[in-house]
């Protein structure tokens, strides 16, 4: 054997290990570690789609808050059902007061809907526009929740200046259930 054959043998067993070591060691490592980067790219794509949830989550909580305070507040406005002669009296006492004189007030079916009661009045004042007007903004600045409804103003013919009013005026209440 001479050197030079040597030299190609080892030549030709380096250049073999190198394909051997490259074909069953390297390619199968490569392919793996894709395969890892692939889990590892998923799985941050679901953390960043968690993250995302998580925030939208925060923000329902926080729109959650904010309409539990409402409710308490518009529950602060609605007296409870015991109450409704004290709310009539405080209608009949403003339209005394602003010199109308109430012809008729009927109370009319109470609508029991689910958290309220709805409590109609019909009611027919007469006297000047401007005491029922005077009326109507001291029913405003009342601390309950009211609805006018069914409005009807009439002059008065045999009176100059005189109006008779046929309204109905709902009364909200808070239902005795919840």
Excluded: C, W
Excluded at 73 to 100: M, Y
Aim: aromatic share 8%; proline share 3%.
């Amino acid at each position: 054997m001479t050197s030079g054959f040597r030299k190609a043998v080892f030549l030709v067993l380096l250049v073999g290990l190198t394909v051997v070591g490259y074909q069953y060691m390297i390619r199968p490592a490569n392919k793996h570690l894709a395969e890892a980067k692939g889990r590892v790219e998923a799985k941050l794509a679901k953390l960043s789609e968690f993250e995302k949830r998580t925030a939208a989550a925060d923000d329902v909580t926080k729109q959650l808050e904010q309409l539990q305070e409402a409710i308490k507040f518009f529950e602060s406005k609605l007296p409870p059902t015991s109450e409704i002669h004290k709310v009539l009296e405080q209608v009949t006492v403003i339209a005394q007061k602003e010199g109308l004189k109430p012809k008729t007030i009927r109370t009319l079916d109470k609508k029991d809907n689910s958290g309220y009661v709805e409590q109609p009045l019909r009611m027919e004042l007469v006297g000047d526009f401007d005491s029922f007007y005077s009326f109507l903004l001291e029913l405003e600045k009342l601390p309950r929740i009211m609805k006018i409804r069914e409005l009807e103003l009439a002059k008065q013919r045999d009176d100059e200046g005189q109006v008779s009013a046929d309204f109905i005026v709902s009364i909200f209440f808070q239902n005795a259930t919840s």
